[in-house]
């Protein structure tokens, strides 16, 4: 089955620097590519997701980047605030799996951000 | 009911007894979905629905037993609880025409 590994666990930056959180994944079928928030005590919220056809998609401050050869994706927060810190994972989706075009996800481990004022 | 919910929010359960854990969602959404969240190792899946009538196993479905009776309802059953299934449960669903996965409020889920 897929196995994501997310990297780093722990993020500590200042206000207004960039954060990048990196991911890879092992099945080559994997498709489609969603980032997701949680905030302390909070459910997930998905915060931008990108599909295997495209390289890279932004929205506003937030961008996703893919490499399907190197199987490796990455989300990148430039102008970081303080409200961006929470626990952000990573995920892929095999279409292949549960017999349906929808597929199942797999998530990485998740990224602690801190963002200090 | 907006959206997805969970219920109970808390419970602290006694090792061997059995448990069901809630969820509903009015998004019509076909999919459903169970996880559990565990420090350091993210959310990983234990069962899932396609749609009603059927469910598949995820990643971890040892110990845990699901049914869709219909589209709205997704019950996780702990026939027999264990102290390794401590931890946060999340139910979730999505549509088949979107990617997008939408959590319930979660599950803590402490056995004793």
């Known amino acids: ?117 | 009911i907006a959206g997805i919910t969970q219920a109970p929010t808390s419970q602290i359960l006694a090792a061997g007894r059995r448990m069901t854990l809630r969820c509903t969602q009015d998004m019509r959404h076909n999919a459903m979905y169970w996880y559990r969240q565990d420090l350091g190792l993210g959310l990983r899946l234990i069962h899932y629905s396609n749609t009603a009538g059927t469910t598949g196993k995820g990643e971890v479905p040892d110990g845990y037993s699901v049914s869709r009776a219909n589209t709205d309802d997704f019950p996780l059953t702990l026939a027999s609880a264990v102290p390794s299934q401590t931890s946060v449960y999340f139910c979730a669903s999505s549509h088949r025409d979107s990617n997008e996965q939408f959590f319930g409020p979660g599950t803590r889920l402490t056995v004793l």
């Open chain 1, 1 to 117: 089955g897929e196995n994501v590994e997310q990297h780093p666990s722990t993020l500590s930056v200042q206000e207004g620097d960039s954060a990048v959180i990196k991911c890879t994944y092992s099945d080559s079928a994997s498709n489609y590519f969603p980032w997701y928030k949680q905030e302390l005590g909070k459910r997930p919220q998905l915060i931008i997701d990108i599909r295997s056809n495209v390289g890279e998609k932004k929205d506003q401050r937030i961008a996703v980047t893919l490499n399907k050869t190197a199987k490796h994706f990455s989300l990148h927060i430039t102008e970081t605030q303080p409200e961006d810190s929470a626990v952000y994972f990573c995920a892929a989706r095999d279409p292949r799996a549960g017999g349906t075009s929808y597929g199942k996800l797999t998530f990485g481990q998740g990224t602690i951000l801190t963002v200090h004022p």
